[in-house]
């Protein structure tokens, strides 16, 4: 029987998984290297190897409701799109409501993890752990959850650049990025055009003479300011949005992306992608076209070659006198001390079961937590995991045969590189809403909106034409929440109280106002029954489905 369980990192995944053994009653106790909580979210002025670093100007790419975790709505006076300081702060908050820093051993480092001789019986493990001051010792525990993130390791191929040695500037991982210093009046090159290469390329560009950021592929930007001013990401992530883009997604894709280029012309400023925009994620950026049209940032393809002070792109063009050169191009993941036969690939992937649980072990009591990639913020996703897989441990759930997870993991990452682009930097993709909510199913707490519509229609229309916030998945079932309905009708409140800061007085309304909305009640009542006919298949309707 699953008691006592060992979480490995205190970020984000770290704290959700800490608060779902909590909630099982189960005994966590973890393990964290660095001397506090927060993981990527915590600046660190000293770069340490193998732990993750933020840059200093980092906006988190998701807004507060979105990425807020499902019992724990964030205060309303943060900003949407919170600066890192802001976002340890609300991890900070979390941590101490729940009472969960009494269960953290810092500087403390998991330096390896074995299955215990007598594993096939018990599913034990031991952990063993080594301190700041070089103490080692070994552990027994019951379960175990990885939450170590995937952003500690720099990939710096330098040997795919011609030339590099003979290159007299400065050249560095992205990973060692804190600030613009030293680069003033410089010209920097900046290789990789990922959110990190776009954030720092940006940076830099305020105090450089001349930043040329250099892209093999392109990709479809995203600011974080949508329809109306509001978060764009609260704006679009709605179950409505994702279920018409699944009905039909050529024509959802054509529609976001003529969207997008009314805002600036992706091929016109050398950005656009062969991709779709749904196949990749995007990069998200306010400032990007800004600093592109005031020449502050040039867009450049792949680097060819290396010279003494110049760099030549793949089209022939010379960038010469260039004084530093950043490296944006990825992590690679990397578990050091599971064990070589649990870190078996699919693909790019690790075979993971759900892309949590290892299919091959006797006992289901290991889960990987958060190594996941979507549209959208990570946080619901991890802790989603996390509940399913202390449910797991406790037999609640139960998994099926090793064939038959082997297979379908097999299938899922056919399947995903077929829609996605996947690559070792970007090993796995997964349609946020429907992974959530599938496990969200097997833990019982996926919000039945049918049911809902009948009892109380106002809230199953927040939960399919509002933004899909993780306050659904404590509406019913385990874990039940009951400040989850309040949260849902109040996050547009937390949303609009930031902007509050010099309040405009509202013009009296009239009848057309009037009109208009009863109009919109109306629309939003048809998308919600089209909604239900095509995710329940309403037997009442049967030949209605096959049309939408």
């Given at each position: 029987?699953?008691?006592?369980?060992?979480?490995?990192?205190?970020?984000?995944?770290g704290?959700?998984?800490?608060?779902?053994?909590?909630?099982?009653?189960?005994?966590?106790?973890?393990?964290?290297?660095?001397?506090d909580?927060?993981?990527?979210?915590?600046?660190?002025?000293?770069?340490?190897?193998?732990?993750?670093?933020?840059?200093?100007c980092?906006?988190?790419?998701?807004?507060?409701?979105?990425?807020?975790?499902?019992?724990?709505?964030?205060?309303?006076?943060?900003?949407?799109?919170?600066?890192?300081?802001?976002?340890?702060?609300?991890?900070?908050?979390?941590?101490?409501?729940?009472?969960?820093?009494?269960?953290?051993?810092?500087?403390?480092?998991v330096?390896?993890?074995?299955?215990?001789?007598?594993?096939?019986?018990?599913?034990?493990?031991?952990?063993?752990?080594?301190?700041?001051?070089?103490?080692?010792?070994?552990?027994?525990?019951?379960?175990?959850?990885?939450?170590?993130?995937?952003?500690?390791?720099?990939?710096?191929?330098?040997?795919?650049?011609?030339?590099?040695?003979?290159?007299?500037?400065?050249?560095?991982?992205?990973?060692?990025?804190?600030?613009?210093?030293?680069?003033?009046?410089?010209?920097v090159?900046?290789?990789?055009?990922?959110?990190?290469?776009?954030?720092?390329?940006?940076?830099?560009?305020?105090?450089?003479?001349?930043?040329?950021?250099?892209?093999?592929?392109?990709?479809?930007?995203?600011?974080?300011?949508g329809?109306?001013?509001?978060p764009?990401?609260?704006?679009?992530?709605?179950?409505l949005?994702?279920?018409?883009?699944?009905?039909?997604?050529?024509?959802?894709?054509?529609?976001?992306?003529?969207?997008?280029?009314?805002?600036?012309?992706?091929?016109?400023?050398?950005?656009?992608?062969?991709?779709?925009?749904?196949?990749?994620?995007?990069?998200?950026?306010?400032?990007?076209?800004?600093?592109?049209?005031?020449?502050?940032?040039?867009?450049?393809?792949?680097?060819?070659?290396?010279?003494?002070?110049?760099?030549?792109?793949?089209?022939?063009s010379?960038?010469?006198?260039?004084?530093?050169?950043?490296?944006?191009?990825?992590?690679?993941?990397?578990?050091?001390?599971?064990?070589?036969?649990?870190?078996?690939?699919?693909?790019?992937?690790?075979?993971?079961?759900?892309?949590?649980?290892?299919?091959?072990?006797?006992?289901?009591?290991?889960?990987?937590?958060?190594?996941?990639?979507?549209?959208?913020?990570?946080?619901?996703?991890?802790?989603?995991?996390?509940?399913?897989?202390?449910?797991?441990?406790?037999?609640?759930?139960?998994?099926?045969?090793?064939?038959?997870?082997?297979?379908?993991?097999?299938?899922?990452?056919?399947?995903?590189?077929?829609?996605?682009?996947?690559?070792?930097?970007?090993?796995?993709?997964?349609?946020?809403?429907?992974?959530t909510?599938?496990?969200?199913?097997?833990?019982?707490?996926?919000?039945?909106?049918?049911?809902?519509?009948?009892?109380?229609?106002?809230?199953?229309?927040?939960?399919?034409?509002?933004?899909?916030?993780?306050y659904?998945y404590?509406?019913?079932?385990?874990?039940?929440?009951?400040?989850?309905?309040?949260?849902?009708?109040?996050?547009?409140?937390?949303?609009?109280?930031?902007?509050?800061?010099?309040?405009?007085?509202?013009?009296?309304?009239?009848?057309?106002?009037?009109?208009?909305?009863?109009?919109?009640?109306?629309?939003?009542?048809?998308?919600?029954?089209?909604?239900?006919?095509?995710?329940?298949?309403?037997?009442?309707?049967?030949?209605?489905?096959?049309?939408?």
């Amino acid at each position: 029987m699953v008691q006592k369980v060992a979480v490995i990192g205190a970020g984000p995944c770290g704290l959700s998984s800490i608060k779902a053994c909590l909630d099982e009653g189960l005994e966590p106790t973890c393990f964290e290297s660095s001397d506090d909580i927060g993981g990527l979210w915590r600046y660190k002025e000293k770069l340490v190897p193998g732990r993750t670093n933020i840059y200093q100007c980092v906006i988190i790419n998701s807004s507060k409701e979105m990425m807020a975790f499902s019992d724990f709505p964030p205060p309303a006076e943060l900003p949407n799109n919170m600066h890192h300081t802001e976002v340890l702060l609300y991890l900070r908050l979390y941590a101490q409501t729940f009472n969960l820093l009494q269960h953290i051993h810092l500087q403390t480092k998991v330096v390896g993890l074995r299955r215990r001789p007598d594993f096939d019986v018990t599913g034990q493990w031991d952990v063993e752990t080594e301190t700041a001051d070089g103490r080692r010792q070994t552990h027994v525990f019951d379960a175990v959850m990885v939450c170590t993130g995937h952003y500690t390791q720099p990939h710096l191929p330098l040997s795919h650049f011609s030339g590099i040695e003979s290159f007299k500037g400065r050249y560095f991982h992205s990973w060692e990025y804190r600030n613009a210093k030293g680069l003033e009046g410089k010209r920097v090159v900046v290789i990789g055009f990922g959110n990190c290469g776009c954030d720092i390329a940006v940076d830099i560009s305020r105090v450089a003479e001349r930043v040329y950021l250099s892209t093999r592929s392109g990709a479809w930007v995203v600011g974080r300011v949508g329809p109306g001013g509001l978060p764009f990401d609260a704006a679009w992530n709605s179950r409505l949005v994702v279920t018409l883009a699944s009905l039909f997604p050529t024509w959802s894709n054509w529609m976001l992306e003529r969207k997008l280029n009314e805002f600036f012309d992706h091929k016109l400023y050398g950005l656009k992608p062969k991709h779709n925009f749904w196949a990749q994620i995007p990069v998200i950026n306010d400032d990007l076209p800004g600093r592109i049209i005031s020449g502050r940032i040039q867009v450049k393809p792949n680097v060819k070659e290396f010279r003494e002070t110049s760099v030549v792109f793949t089209d022939g063009s010379v960038i010469d006198k260039v004084d530093a050169v950043v490296f944006a191009t990825g992590y690679n993941y990397s578990f050091p001390f599971l064990p070589p036969d649990l870190q078996a690939k699919s693909d790019y992937r690790l075979r993971l079961y759900k892309h949590v649980i290892p299919p091959t072990l006797a006992h289901p009591t290991l889960a990987v937590v958060g190594f996941i990639h979507g549209l959208g913020a990570i946080n619901s996703m991890a802790e989603m995991q996390a509940r399913w897989a202390t449910r797991v441990f406790k037999g609640l759930i139960s998994l099926p045969a090793e064939d038959i997870m082997v297979k379908e993991i097999e299938t899922e990452t056919a399947t995903m590189n077929q829609k996605f682009v996947c690559s070792e930097r970007n090993p796995l993709q997964v349609d946020v809403i429907p992974y959530t909510d599938s496990l969200a199913e097997q833990v019982g707490s996926k919000p039945n909106i049918l049911q809902l519509l009948f009892t109380e229609p106002t809230l199953a229309l927040q939960v399919v034409l509002g933004p899909r916030t993780s306050y659904q998945y404590r509406l019913s079932g385990p874990g039940k929440w009951a400040g989850a309905r309040q949260a849902i009708f109040t996050q547009k409140q937390r949303i609009t109280r930031p902007f509050r800061t010099r309040v405009v007085s509202e013009e009296p309304g009239n009848e057309a106002s009037s009109i208009l909305s009863i109009l919109l009640a109306f629309i939003a009542g048809a998308a919600l029954l089209c909604y239900l006919i095509y995710n329940w298949h309403l037997p009442f309707l049967p030949s209605v489905a096959p049309q939408l």
